[in-house]
């Protein structure tokens, strides 16, 4: 069963910068996906990126440009990196993961496996 473990978030200005982390802890199938989805407040779960164990990537239309999304495959950790954050940005970030496919989905449901949730909040 695999547990991922999330780090980083916090506060930072408008136009700053972050950096989220997350933890594979327990897998042991080197086929899968990873990556990013947030809640922003009164708003539905949506994709802010996502990677492959190939190293394809996806990310959603309104953080293009702005957050990439990187893979550790011997550590089993997916990073985020957040740039020109914008008070629209905040939500609750969770790593998700699907274990045995390469398949990127940008649907929340179809990821097995949550994290508990990283808060980041951007003041403006």
């Known amino acids: 069963q695999v547990q991922l473990v999330e780090s980083g978030g916090g506060l930072v200005q408008a136009g700053g910068s972050l950096r989220l982390s997350c933890a594979a802890q327990?897998?042991?199938?080197?086929?899968?996906?990873m990556g990013w989805f947030r809640q922003r407040p009164g708003k539905e779960r949506e994709l802010v990126a996502i990677?492959?164990?190939?190293?394809?990537?996806s990310y959603g239309d309104s953080v293009k440009g702005r957050f990439t999304i990187s893979s550790d495959k011997v550590a089993n950790t997916v990073d985020l990196q957040m740039n020109s954050l914008q008070p629209e940005d905040t939500a609750n970030y969770y790593c998700?993961?699907?274990?045995?496919?390469?398949?990127?989905?940008?649907?929340?449901?179809?990821?097995?496996?949550w994290g508990r949730g990283t808060q980041v909040t951007v003041s403006s």
């Open positions: 327990g897998r042991t199938n080197p086929v899968y996906v």
């Open positions: 990677i492959s164990s190939r190293g394809i990537t």
């Open positions: 998700v993961t699907r274990s045995g496919t390469t398949v990127l989905n940008a649907r929340a449901d179809y990821y097995r496996t």
